[in-house]
């Protein structure tokens, strides 16, 4: 099992959360290629929403268990995230529902410091 847990060296953009994400697959090394760049496109619009709509990157982790990956991200707004009704010509919108579709499983926990939102990807290992 590999883990990297929430840090104080939270990524401060969705780059270096992928970066972060990168390393730690290529010891994870799923089998299939469309399953990492799963983990990359969640990674990427979790902590995306937590800059643009929740104060920021507070806390991140990336987790592997026997057939699957779990990202955290942690943020300082107690708020849901929610669906937008963006219409489709117009820019964003799309990473809630994108991260709803990939992970097998997404759980948002509200705490007095903000949210933490778990997403859970199946791996084919």
């Given at each position: ?27 994870v090394e ?40 779990t990202v ?54």
């Amino acid at each position: 099992m590999e883990d990297a847990h929430p840090s104080a060296d939270s990524p401060r953009t969705a780059e270096h959360a992928r970066d972060i994400t990168r390393t730690f697959l290529s010891v994870v090394e799923p089998k299939d290629s469309a399953e990492a760049e799963a983990v990359l496109i969640t990674v990427s619009e979790l902590v995306t929403n937590a800059i643009r709509h929740a104060g920021g990157v507070t806390g991140f982790g990336l987790r592997a268990d026997a057939g699957a990956v779990t990202v955290s991200v942690h943020d300082a707004s107690p708020a849901l995230p929610r669906r937008r009704n963006t219409p489709l010509w117009e820019p964003g919108g799309f990473g809630w529902p994108m991260v709803l579709e990939l992970a097998e499983e997404v759980r948002v926990r509200q705490h007095a410091s903000g949210k933490t939102v778990k997403a859970v990807l199946s791996l084919a290992h």
